[in-house]
């Protein structure tokens, strides 16, 4: 059991002694915001006591009476308005080493209750490129799929994909008219993109192109099945190339159910939100309404146009119900672009009333776009959306010269694999650090700085690692296996990096509960700083015996938590750089 699990358990029945009534599931630690106060602290007891209307120090100092963890910290402290902290012993920390060495565990818990969580993200449009506005989905919905799974839920991942919509009408124009065999068999995506933009500025100086688009999407909508064979055949080729991307990213779908899968079920949703009195007509067409909302109350969903066609929160309302019926989840995540969170929140509040006693959790994580240095919206030169394939393709490029520069003597094709993984981590990393919410401003520089808080900086770190324990083989150093019996740890570096280590399980905690993958990129970061310091001022293959065997457990140890802490980011990491 991890050390401060103990505390919390301790703590918990020292709080039952007091107050025999307490509920004390919440009565949790987490590590001290500055060491100085020690390396946990708890500031439920002030909770519990404002319920009670006690004297919150009181209560506190009550409860640290009935505590005893003197087998694991130092003595309790009071402090402030009623926290109480813990400073382990290091005979402790040593021992939770110990454990990690032997492989019992690396300093997280699997959850006690999994969930079964549904995380729908990527999910770009058919017909259309992945550009950079897809990869912020697609980057975070994998690093929390990935934590999720780590943590012991079970996880489903979905691409709920674009395949459906009013611009298939002009596609298929297009496609009759204006297809270039040649172009579509090199560049697909390139040539649909071609072809949609081309009917729809024809549309706009011919109405009759327009008139000749909706009849081709009505035929579809109808089952024609020359249109549906056009339209199963461009999926097929957009999925292609989304497929190439998810593989280069190391990304992978449970389920793609695109929209159109939902088809089948929108008529009959729709009676049934109107026999319900969940909907009502509004000029012809079905909405729902939320009068009792206030920041809604202004914003009817629709649900059906009054041409009949249903609406997005038709299609994610049928989705939901889906979702429900199939895998039962107890929650599920939305992954996308700000500018959808009034489109969630209707979504959302429609769902409730529909399924009032689902018990299921809704999240919509979204989040801020990625601007260019010159603070617009990222694109390329010459003023175009910026497409994920050819940014993937920059950043191993540029990787390549980074690494070339300081790894010289590698052979090439070990710099291309290094430069891969570095371009693409650079990648991942630069959009999982910044507070999701806000926009951020892309740079190379930044992304592939290898003394930043960065990809490559980390990646480095856990190279590092790894590489004591080839110099320690080169020079006959065996490690006895004596750190799986015990440890020492003495200079205040090794104390502080150990203490950093058993505190990994919060980070991957933090970022599955608020959806922040960046608590685990600033907990590597700081390990990775306090490594160093531990690496400047604490020689390991040059110590001796025990001592030395301690280090090594350190460095293997913080090799580890590096390297899980990566991957469930999605980045790699290489054994040498
Ligand atoms: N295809 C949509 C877009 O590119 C995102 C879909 C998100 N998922 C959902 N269930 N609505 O904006």
């Not at 307490?22 to 404002?50: E, I, S």
């Not at 492989?103 to 449009?125: C, M």
């Not at 969170?341 to 994580?365: C, D, E, M, T």
């Amino acid at each position: 059991m991890l050390v401060h699990k103990v505390i919390e358990e301790r703590l918990q029945t020292a709080v039952t002694a007091v107050l025999p009534d307490a509920a004390t599931a919440a009565v949790l630690v987490r590590p001290c915001p500055d060491p100085k106060f020690g390396d946990y602290q708890t500031n439920a007891l002030m909770g519990l006591a404002k319920e009670r209307k006690m004297n919150p120090r009181q209560l506190a100092s009550a409860v640290s009476e009935q505590l005893s963890v003197a087998d694991i910290c130092e003595p309790v402290e009071l402090a402030g308005a009623g926290f109480l902290n813990f400073r382990l012993k290091t005979s402790a920390i040593e021992q939770a080493l110990v454990a990690a060495a032997r492989g019992e565990h690396l300093f997280f818990e699997k959850a006690d209750k999994p969930r079964t969580v549904v995380i729908d993200f990527s999910s770009p449009n058919v017909a259309k490129p992945m550009h950079v506005g897809h990869i912020r989905s697609t980057i975070l919905g994998d690093s929390l799929a990935r934590t999720l799974l780590l943590l012991g839920h079970q996880v489903i991942t979905d691409n709920h994909i674009g395949d459906w919509g009013t611009q298939f009408g002009k596609l298929l124009v297009g496609w009759k008219r204006h297809l270039d065999q040649k172009a579509l068999e090199t560049d697909p995506i390139g040539e649909m993109e071609r072809l949609y933009k081309m009917v729809n500025a024809a549309g706009e100086a011919d109405p009759k192109v327009l008139e000749e688009a909706r009849q081709e999407l009505v035929k579809l909508q109808h089952g024609d099945a020359e249109n549906l064979a056009l339209w199963r055949q461009m999926i097929a080729l957009s999925q292609v190339q989304f497929d190439s991307v998810y593989t280069r990213l190391g990304v992978r779908f449970n389920y793609t159910l695109g929209e159109s899968f939902y088809n089948p079920r929108l008529e009959g949703l729709v009676q049934e939100l109107l026999k319900k009195g969940l909907a009502r007509e509004s000029e012809g067409a079905i909405a729902v309404f939320f009068e009792d909302i206030p920041q809604l109350s202004k914003q009817p969903a629709l649900i059906q146009k009054s041409d009949g066609a249903f609406n997005y929160t038709t299609t994610d309302l049928a989705t939901l119900q889906h979702r429900l019926e199939t895998w039962h989840p107890q929650e599920i995540i939305y992954v996308t672009g700000a500018p959808q969170q009034l489109h969630f929140q209707q979504l959302f509040a429609i769902f409730r009333r529909w399924y009032p006693n689902s018990g299921i959790k809704l999240a919509h994580v979204w989040f801020g776009s990625i601007l260019g240095e010159d603070g617009k919206p990222f694109r390329t030169r010459t003023g175009e959306t910026i497409k994920l394939a050819d940014l993937l393709d920059e950043a191993e490029a540029r990787a390549f010269a980074v690494v070339s520069e300081i790894s010289r003597d590698l052979p090439e094709a070990q710099r291309r694999d290094i430069a891969r993984v570095v371009g693409l981590g650079a990648i991942k990393y630069a959009d999982l650090l910044p507070n999701r919410q806000s926009d951020y401003v892309f740079s190379w520089d930044k992304m592939l700085a290898l003394n930043g808080n960065s990809a490559p900086y980390l990646q480095y770190a856990y190279a590092r690692t790894r590489s004591v324990f080839r110099k320690a083989a080169e020079s006959g150093v065996v490690p006895s296996g004596t750190s799986l019996e015990k440890l020492q740890l003495e200079a205040p570096e090794e104390l502080a990096l150990a203490k950093l280590l058993l505190n990994f399980g919060f980070a991957l905690e933090r970022s599955a509960e608020e959806y922040r993958p960046n608590f685990i990129c600033n907990y590597l970061y700081e390990l990775a700083g306090s490594f160093a310091r531990f690496w400047e001022n604490c020689p390991v293959l040059k110590s001796e015996s025990a001592q030395r065997e301690s280090r090594l457990t350190l460095c293997d140890l913080t090799g580890k938590v590096l390297q899980q802490g990566l991957a469930v980011l999605g980045i790699e990491t290489l054994e040498q750089m």
